[in-house]
Every structure is written in structure tokens, then in C-alpha cells.
């Protein structure tokens, strides 16, 4: 028996030509937490195609258990006691968690009929073997994030997994319930089971896994154990450059409030939510999924319409009826779901940053060149570093953080007073994330209000000037400048 | 040369599948049919069949785009007929001269635009602001409007339509260019430079492809749906008025099978009721293909017109098999794959 559950070594695979991995070799031991991290890119999600049987490597050697694995297909992955639980969980929305627990087995076992007994023991033995507890007669649509992610990990377990992988678990998580998948993780892992988990998150790696492997542009720049890293080193070997926090300092901030929200309620979301906004700030709104905060957002953007209280601009009441109303004001939102809020994937890159500015490039009665469209887009690529040959192609080319660049191309390339960003990072790597915020720092100095809206506390502690605490629909805390600590709004959240 | 030829063909799948398609259609009855198929008469058919449903396709094909599809058209198209064939038959008399003739056409177009406008608002009010899935909401509206006409006229087509009216319908300008056929061309044009060269065309591909983003970015995406279907829908009636003036009446159920042969048509052009994609260049070249097609059945004495639908099916299969190598993946129907 080898010491590795699983060794993987001169691993090479490419597509039509373009080498997605060359040369990986990386190891995990059984019982024992392994990260792979990278930028988005980097080969990450290939090389667990490649480990799962979805796809077939072009060289290189695998070891499972000490013997060697030829061809794999995915049927024979989950024999072997592979188990791979993707981002979008492959659950079924609108079957129950019993159905969805048992299915595979029971479908694998050739049965036929269904017996709701067998179904229920099936689901309940799945349940005991992490110890959770939920509704068996629960829509699986209606359960949050994380609890369908611990139904499918259930599920994963029933097949008598030796190794689990979880493909960026925490994207949807909050912090709460990310700790409560870590002790999920670390009862497998003490258990014997090998988890393999994939992430780009800096600290949670550090606090979950015992091997690191870490990747950059398809090869793996470094393996070994995650504790002889350090924050720092662990970020340079993952983006390949020194990255320094630098901390937002206000520089001309206005004397009136751009943005004064008087007593604003909307029924069941939030109440009573008072604050003002000047030039040249960045104020952070951060709070728990639930706590109102996406819906205040939304109010001041016009795609809610809270009854009660007013919002000023500039000192002059104003009733934001809808986003293109918000727009007229000078009032730009950049959304917290960038695939399916933000852009059409589907759709060139230059027609995407131009979206909202077509009345610009556009003459009196609407009609438009094409060349001028790509030449806004051009200006807006070279000043972002958007990285793309050509703003004609898909903007589902480009990578998480190019693509929020392109949103944020969208809103700046109108003339704003205002900017409203929902979780500017979510899912960027932490390159473009550095970019971007520099360049949020840049717009505010330049004399724009700048609203943040984030969970991730180390982002609202570096760019924000103010923050604001949300809880349960209700502003809690507010505090500026050198008071914002992780530490001082964890304690208001909880 | 070469070279920039498969560039093209890389770049526009639909285009060369199409372009292969006329030229393989073109040469099979050049070879079976040498004798009539290149004949005066022959072409004249075709160029003077399918303006009708050629201006009904160029309707929807402005639903499809924006990510919704018409059911409604045909049913819709044949009311606005009948209300205006009944305007006509009441104000026409014998001995008017043609002056007061064109006074009445015109107010007729007026009505057929009035209630092609109006179909087109209630559709778009249903599926923008109820949020009723467009095929539902326009299979119920084409009921009614089918029901509405069949009790109006207790399903017997109306006649009276004025003498000047069907005269036109059949005249040939300068003697080789049919009246329907400059109707259908100017559309064509109109609609090329509402999609390529204004914003409404960007906007309505980019409401196609994702209409929740269009109203994050301050579109006036129910206001645009709106409009949509108040263009196609008066085409598609425009397109009801040439069947009048072919069949000099008006009927609950005239030209029921175009429904299906104008989604036929989209899809072999690759305009797809996912949205957000499709060349009207294409739906040109398929609109000429079907219609090829059929003229081409009609010539062979031992296959009748079923025949002709039948290789419009097996046709449709085939592109279909096709096309899922240019998308890579396929045929989605309203699903979008999430990045990874």
C-alpha cells in the first residue's frame, strides 16, 4: 500500500494545440486536506476532468492507491471511489432530499419500483454519516447553497468515497456557513477520507488544508505542505508577482452629501435605513446574506421600490423608479451576479461594454456605427488592461475578472455621480482583484461616491473609507477610518 | 482565394450550409426538370409565392431575435384581413374611380396596421409585464383571434375586396418585378437596417441573449419586447394582406400552415427562439430554399405538396444535426452554461 491515495505525475493535456496542463505532478494522502489553488485559468478544473474520467490526459502517469489507472472513465472514477461535487452540485431542483440522496443507488442497484421505505433508510444512512440533520421532504430548489451542498456531499459519501473533490464549495457560502462545511470537511478527513478542494480564497486555504498545491498558467509551481507557506508566498506563487494591500485614504472628499437615504424601508427586506455618501468616498455596506443589503442596493438602482422614506440627490428629493431612471440621475450599479446580471456572455465583448451607452455613440434618431462601438470598447480595454486580442469575441471567453472589468467598462463609460458595486470580486482571482481595486480607489479620488457591498470583510477593511453594518435589515454599526477591523464588524454581524 | 473562402465558411456556418444548399437544390432540378424548371413561368411562381410568407418570417424573426417567439401571427394577420376586406366590401361600389378606390385601401391598411398593433401590445403586455412564457401566452392569443374571426363570419371567407386592390396584388412592374415581391423587398431592407445599423437591433440581441443584464444595464427591455412584437406583428399582417389580395377574400383560417413553415424557415436560418442570434441574410436564403423547394415538388407530377413538407422536415433534421456541431453543444432551449 503507497503512502499516496492518489499521485499524479508528468501530467500533459492539451486542446487543439494549446497546452492546458504540462507537466503537473501532484500527490494527495489519504486522511488528509489537499488545496488546489490557482488564478481562474490556470487548469484547475481540467486537471480534476482529467482525475474524475471526464476528460483523458495525453501523457503522463496516474496512481490510484498505488496502481496504476490507463483510461478512467467517470462510471469507473466513482467505482474506484472518486467523487467529484462541481459547482453547480448535479442535483435535481425539484425532487425532494430523499429522492436526490437516494437516486444513484438506487438506480445502481436495478431496482425498478419504487419503495419508499428502502428510499428513506438509503437517505437517512447518508444523513448519519456526516451527522446532519435537514428535512428528507424538502424541495431541493428551496434549500440554500449550503445545505444542498452537504445533501450532496451525503450523497457523495454513500458510494463509499475515498476521495472527494469539491470544486470552489465556498463561491455561494457565507463565512457561517463556510466554517460549517469546514467541520464537515475535517469529520471526513479524520474519518480517513482524502478531500482535494479547490479554491482560490488566500485564508481559507490556510485554515483548512494540510497539502497545498498550487498552479499558474497550467503547470504546478508549487506542492508540499500548506504550513510551510506564508500568506505572501502563497500569493506570489499564485499570481506570480508581489502584491501589496494598499489601503483606500480619502483624499477630496465633498462637503455635501452626493446621496443622502433618509429612513428608507421596504417591507420584509429592510427598515428604517438612514446614511449619506460624499465624493471621493468609498462607503462599504457589509451584513450576511438576508440582511437586507442587496435589496438597499437595488432600491437606490431602481429595481425596488421601497414605500416608505426618501433618498436626496445632490439635495433635491428623487423618486428612482427604475434603472434607466437611475442612470438619468447618474447612478451606476454593478450587479452581484456578473453571469447572469451583468453580461451576455454570448455577445461581443464591445457590444457588452457599450450596452448602456449606446444613446451616446448613437446619433438623434438611433442610428449607430459599428466602428464607433468597437472604438469606445477599444478605449475601454486599454485603460482596464481587459486581456482579449479582439473586443469582437464572446465575452464568454474571457476569464471572471476581465469579464468584471467589462461590467464596470459598462457603468464608468457613463457619466456617474454614484457608483454601486455588489461584490465587486466575487469569483476573481486575486490579480484582477488587486486591479480592480485600484482602479475603485482611482474613480473615488477622482471625485465619484463609491458604494462596496461585500461579505468578504478583508475587502471592505482595505477600500472603504466608512462602513456600514447590516443586520436583519437594519443598520447596527457604522465606523470610519482606522476603526474598520475585521475584527470589530465580525463582532457587530454576529 | 481558397483560403478566404474557408475563412468565411468558419466564420459563417448557416451562410455556406445554406449557400450549399441552393446550389445543390438549384442543380438537382436543373438535371431532373431541365425542361421546366428554368422557365419564365417557373420562377415567376416562386417569386410570386413567397413574399407572403416571406414577410410573416421576417416579422418573427424580430421575436426570435429579442428571445421570444409569435404563435399568434397567421390568426392574428387573418382578423386584421377580415376587419379590413369588411371596411373594403362595405365602401366599394360600382363605377368609384380609382382615386376614391385608393382612399379605401388605405384606410384598410390603416385598420390592418391598427389591429396588427394591437395584437402585437397584447402579446408583449402579456409576456413583458405577466410574465407569461411567450409560446403560452401567443398560442392563447392566436385562439382567441381564430375564434373571434370564425364567429364573425361564421368561418365563410369575406369577400368584397376592392377591384384596384387584387389588381395591384397582381401587377408586374416594369414588367418582370411583381408588386408583392417590391412590398417584400423593402421590408427586407427596412428590417436589415433596423438590425445592423440602430440601436434598437443592438439592443434587441442583447435582451436575446440575456434580458435580465439588458435591465441592469437601463434597457427598456419590456419596452423593447413591447415594440418588438408590435413591428412583427404588423409585418406578419402586412404579410395576411398579400394572401387577400392573392385569393381576392379574407378567411378565419387562411394560411394556418404558415405557422409552422415560418419557425421552420428561422431555424434552418439559424435564428433560434433562445435568442440573441441569427443574420436576416440567412433567413433570405432560407426563405428562397423552402420556397425552391416546393416549386420544385410541384413539378414532378407523381409527388403532390405533402410531399414538399416532408422534405422541408427531413430538411429540418438534418440542420438541426448540423448545427449542434456549430454551437458545439447543440440546441439549448433557454439554457445557458455556466462557466466553471
Known amino acids: 500500500m503507497s503512502e499516496y491515495l492518489l499521485e499524479m505525475t508528468g501530467i500533459c493535456k492539451s486542446f487543439a494545440g494549446v497546452h492546458a496542463l504540462k507537466n503537473v505532478n501532484f500527490k494527495v494522502r489519504p486522511g488528509k486536506v489537499m488545496c488546489l489553488a490557482g488564478e481562474n485559468g490556470c487548469g484547475k478544473s481540467t486537471l480534476v476532468k482529467i482525475i474524475s474520467g471526464v476528460y483523458t490526459k495525453d501523457e503522463g502517469e496516474v496512481l490510484f492507491e498505488g496502481k496504476p489507472i490507463t483510461k478512467i472513465t467517470p462510471a469507473e472514477a466513482t467505482k474506484l471511489g472518486i467523487q467529484v461535487i462541481y459547482q453547480d452540485l448535479s442535483i435535481f431542483p425539484n425532487l425532494t432530499v430523499m429522492e436526490n440522496l437516494a437516486i444513484n443507488s438506487e438506480i445502481t442497484a436495478g431496482k425498478k419500483l419504487v419503495n419508499r421505505k428502502s428510499w428513506e433508510a438509503t437517505a437517512k444512512e447518508a444523513l448519519s454519516k456526516i451527522g446532519y440533520d435537514i428535512d428528507l421532504n424538502a424541495k431541493m430548489g428551496e434549500l440554500s447553497v449550503a445545505d444542498k451542498q452537504l445533501v450532496a456531499i451525503c450523497r457523495a459519501l ?42 482560490h480564497k488566500t485564508e481559507e486555504i490556510f485554515e483548512i488544508s494540510d497539502d497545498v498545491c498550487i498552479m499558474r498558467n497550467g503547470e504546478n509551481v508549487y506542492a508540499g505542505p500548506t504550513k510551510d507557506l506564508t500568506p505572501k508566498e502563497f500569493t506570489y506563487h499564485m499570481t506570480g508577482r508581489e502584491l501589496t494591500d494598499d489601503h483606500f485614504v480619502t483624499r477630496n472628499v465633498s462637503k455635501e452629501p452626493v446621496l443622502k437615504v433618509d429612513h428608507l424601508t421596504l417591507k420584509n427586506k429592510f427598515t428604517d435605513v438612514s446614511f449619506e455618501l460624499r465624493e471621493g468616498e468609498i462607503l462599504g455596506i457589509t451584513g450576511l446574506l438576508g440582511s437586507g443589503r442587496t435589496e438597499l442596493a437595488l432600491s437606490l438602482f431602481g429595481l425596488e421600490h421601497p414605500k ?28 452581484e451576479d456578473r453571469l447572469t446580471e451583468g453580461l451576455c456572455l454570448q455577445q461581443p465583448i464591445s457590444d457588452n461594454i457599450t450596452l448602456s451607452s449606446l444613446k451616446r455613440l448613437s446619433n438623434a434618431i438611433g442610428l449607430i456605427k459599428n466602428k464607433d462601438i468597437l472604438d469606445d470598447a477599444d478605449i475601454w480595454k486599454e485603460k482596464f488592461s481587459i486581456k482579449t486580442d479582439d473586443v469582437r469575441k464572446f465575452a464568454s471567453t474571457l476569464s471572471g475578472g476581465n469579464q468584471q472589468k467589462i461590467v464596470l467598462s459598462k457603468w464608468l463609460s457613463n457619466d456617474l455621480d454614484v457608483l454601486i458595486l455588489n461584490g465587486p470580486t466575487v469569483g476573481v482571482d486575486v490579480g484582477a482583484k488587486q486591479d480592480i481595486h485600484a482602479l475603485v480607489h482611482d474613480l473615488a479620488n477622482e471625485g465619484l461616491a463609491v458604494i462596496i457591498i461585500s461579505d468578504d470583510l478583508s475587502e471592505v477593511v482595505v477600500n472603504c473609507s466608512r462602513v456600514i453594518v447590516m443586520k436583519e435589515g437594519r443598520i447596527v454599526g457604522e465606523m470610519s477610518g482606522d476603526d474598520i477591523t475585521e475584527n470589530k464588524i465580525l463582532e457587530i454581524i454576529r | 482565394m481558397l483560403a478566404k473562402v474557408k475563412n468565411f465558411a468558419s466564420k459563417n456556418n448557416y451562410t455556406t450550409m445554406l449557400l450549399s444548399l441552393l446550389a445543390v437544390l438549384l442543380l438537382f432540378f436543373s438535371i431532373t426538370k431541365a425542361g421546366t424548371f428554368w422557365t419564365v413561368g417557373t420562377w415567376k411562381g416562386i417569386v410570386m409565392q413567397f413574399p407572403e410568407y416571406g414577410l410573416m418570417t421576417i416579422g418573427v424573426m424580430f421575436c426570435f431575435i429579442s428571445g421570444n417567439i409569435d404563435m399568434s401571427f397567421v390568426a392574428l394577420g387573418d382578423f386584421a384581413t377580415i376587419m379590413a376586406v369588411r371596411y373594403m366590401a362595405a365602401h366599394t361600389t360600382e363605377g368609384m374611380s380609382n382615386g376614391q378606390m385608393v382612399g379605401v385601401i388605405l384606410v384598410s391598411l390603416l385598420i390592418v396596421i391598427l389591429i396588427g398593433a394591437l395584437g402585437g401590445v397584447i402579446n408583449g403586455v402579456l409576456i413583458a409585464y405577466l410574465n407569461i412564457p411567450p409560446v403560452m401566452a401567443t398560442i392563447a392569443m ?40 417590391l412590398v417584400f423587398i423593402v421590408v427586407f431592407l ?21 434580458v435580465k443584464a439588458a435591465r441592469f444595464s437601463a434597457i427598456n427591455t419590456r419596452g423593447m419586447i413591447i415594440g418588438t412584437f408590435v413591428l412583427a406583428d404588423i409585418i406578419c399582417c402586412f404579410g395576411c394582406m398579400l394572401m387577400v389580395s392573392t385569393m381576392n377574400s379574407a378567411k378565419a383560417d387562411y394560411g394556418t400552415s404558415y405557422v409552422m413553415n415560418v419557425i421552420l424557415i428561422l431555424v434552418l436560418a439559424g435564428v433560434l427562439p433562445d435568442g440573441g442570434m441569427g443574420k436576416i441574410f440567412n433567413v433570405l436564403l432560407a426563405i428562397i430554399s423552402i420556397q425552391i423547394i416546393s416549386s420544385g415538388v410541384n413539378m414532378f407530377s407523381s409527388l403532390n405538396p405533402y410531399h414538399a413538407s416532408m422534405i422541408w422536415g427531413g430538411l429540418l433534421i438534418i440542420v438541426l444535426i448540423l448545427s449542434t456541431r456549430f454551437n458545439g453543444s447543440g440546441f439549448k432551449l433557454r439554457k445557458r452554461k455556466k462557466k466553471v
Open chain 1, 158 to 199: 454513500l458510494f463509499d468515497a475515498k476521495l472527494i473533490i469539491m470544486d470552489e464549495p465556498t463561491t455561494a457560502l457565507t463565512k457561517k456557513e463556510v466554517d460549517a462545511l469546514f467541520k464537515t470537511a475535517r469529520q471526513l478527513r479524520d474519518s480517513g477520507i482524502a478531500i482535494m478542494f479547490i479554491s
Open chain 1, 308 to 335: 416608505e422614506g426618501s433618498i436626496y440627490l445632490n439635495g433635491e428629493a428623487v423618486k428612482i423608479s427604475s434603472p434607466i431612471k437611475a442612470q438619468k440621475l447618474k447612478i451606476g450599479y454593478v450587479p
Open chain 2, 142 to 181: 392566436q385562439l382567441v383571434w381564430l375564434g373571434l374571426s370564425t364567429a364573425l363570419t361564421q368561418g365563410y371567407a369575406v369577400t368584397g375586396v376592392t377591384p384596384l386592390f387584387t389588381e395591384i396584388g397582381h401587377t408586374m412592374l416594369f414588367g418582370f418585378l411583381p408588386v408583392p415581391l
Open chain 2, 190 to 210: 427596412i428590417a436589415a437596417f433596423l438590425l445592423k445599423y440602430t440601436t434598437y437591433g443592438k439592443k434587441l440581441y442583447m435582451i436575446g441573449t440575456n
